[in-house]
Each structure stands twice: as structure tokens, then as C-alpha cells.
T-cell receptor, first 115, second 116 residues
Framework: AQTVTQSQPEMSVQEAETVTLSCTYD???????LFWYKQPPSRQMILVIR??????QNATENRFSVNFQKAAKSFSLKISDSQLGDAAMYFC????????????FGQGTRLTINP | DARVTQTPRHKVTEMGQEVTMRCQPI?????VFWYRQTMMQGLELLAY????????DSGMPKDRFSAEMPDATLATLKIQPSEPRDSAVYFC??????????????FGPGTRLTVT
């Protein structure tokens, strides 16, 4: 079974600074998807970024980028120019490429932005 | 702006009562998921459907939980009888399966259930 681990329960960063959230996963499969979801206090789960394992290029979405290290099974999220609105729980998630389509989530990292 | 809707948003009930949560997936999406979020267990899958047929309900306590899709626009999750340990936020998510698999899952706002 696949597992996802987020080793940082909480992180904080100064507004406008850069922060990196860590995620590692365990799988025996070669093709899969990885995601970062954001959950603000409203509880809404918002997709931040997606990475396909067969793509070597790291995904980027505006101020959000990932560092995908397939051999190390590591998938970190970098948030540049942090804004107050980035404060939320961030979840790393894994999904198989084929077959069972469920998301397997990590335990989450609570990110605080200090003004 | 298409989105997944869930009702009710909040539910407080007494132990032993039946609870029904409803989800309307995004029009055209053929895959529906139910996830549960608790402090202890985090986010975990309860069940999911493809074209209204259940594909995986291994995460769901079978003795008290049931999930159905009466039609393509409605998914339901029922708990009978409810217990305090069922207190959690229940999320519905939908997506469109095509080709090699499902591309994105879009989450609803969740139902916060409290069982006293």
C-alpha cells in the first residue's frame, strides 16, 4: 500500500519570504500522480499543484513550485513571496496512475504567515 | 462556475440517530468519492463510485455506513445508527474518468458532523 508522510506538523514564514514544505511517499509503482492541496479555515480543499511522475520537469503554478525527486520519493512544495492568504493546512497526496483512483493523503502541515 | 455541493454543511445529532449526507457532483463528472477527515486519522477514503457503480468501499464500516448514487446527480452517505466516533468532516469529491484514468478531483465544502 502507498503511504505519504509529511514530517512537519507546523511551519511559519514571514510575509514575502519563501518557505518549503516537505513530503515523502512510498510506492512500488513507477507511474503515479502527486498533488499538493491547500485547506484554509473554510475547510475547502483546493488543488494547488499537480505532478505526473513520468515528467521530469518540476511543476510550477505562479508562486508555487515543486521539487520532485523520484528516486528519493520526495515531493516538496515551495511557496515564494508568501502572502497572508497562503495561511492554511497543506496536504500532500498520492494517486495511482491507473487502477484505484483514490487520493492517499499525508497528515498535513499547518502553515502560518507572519506579517 | 461549476462546483461540488454538499448538504447539510453542519449536522449535530444524538447517538443512535440516522444521518444522511448528500452530494451533487459537478455535471458531467462520472466518478464520486467520499472522504472523511478526523484529527486522529487525517483524510481517508470511505468509498467511491464510477458511473454510479461502487468500485471501492473498503474504507467504510459496513455495519453502519452505506453509500449510494440514486442517479448521476446525487450521491448519498448514510450512517445508521450514528456514534460519537463518527464525528468528523465528510467530503465529497467528483471527477471525470477518461483514457488512462481520472484527471482531477474537485472537492465539495464538506459536512461537519457532530454526534453527541
Amino acid at each position: 500500500a502507498q503511504t505519504v508522510t509529511q514530517s512537519q506538523p507546523e511551519m511559519s514564514v514571514q510575509e514575502a519570504e519563501t518557505v518549503t514544505l516537505s513530503c515523502t511517499y512510498d510506492t512500488s509503482e513507477s507511474d503515479y500522480y502527486l498533488f499538493w492541496y491547500k485547506q484554509p479555515p473554510s475547510r475547502q480543499m483546493i488543488l494547488v499543484i499537480r505532478q505526473e511522475a513520468y515528467k521530469q520537469q518540476n511543476a510550477t503554478e505562479n508562486r508555487f513550485s515543486v521539487n520532485f525527486q523520484k528516486a528519493a520519493k520526495s515531493f516538496s512544495l515551495k511557496i515564494s513571496d508568501s502572502q497572508l492568504g497562503d495561511a492554511a493546512m497543506y496536504f500532500c497526496a498520492y494517486r495511482r496512475f491507473q487502477g484505484a483512483q483514490k487520493l492517499v493523503f499525508g497528515q498535513g502541515t499547518r502553515l502560518t504567515i507572519n506579517p | 462556475d461549476a462546483r461540488v455541493t454538499q448538504t447539510p454543511r453542519h449536522k449535530v445529532t444524538e447517538m443512535g440517530q440516522e444521518v444522511t449526507m448528500r452530494c451533487q457532483p459537478i455535471l458531467g463528472h462520472n466518478t464520486v468519492f467520499w472522504y472523511r477527515q478526523t484529527m486522529m486519522q487525517g483524510l481517508e477514503l470511505l468509498a467511491y463510485f464510477r458511473n454510479r457503480a461502487p468500485l471501492d468501499d473498503s474504507g467504510m464500516p459496513k455495519d453502519r455506513f452505506s453509500a449510494e448514487m440514486p442517479d448521476a446527480t446525487l450521491a448519498t452517505l448514510k450512517i445508521q445508527p450514528s456514534e460519537p466516533r463518527d464525528s468528523a468532516v465528510y467530503f465529497c469529491a467528483s471527477g471525470r474518468a477518461a483514457g488512462t484514468g481520472l484527471y482531477e478531483q474537485y472537492f465539495g465544502p464538506g459536512t461537519r458532523l457532530t454526534v453527541t
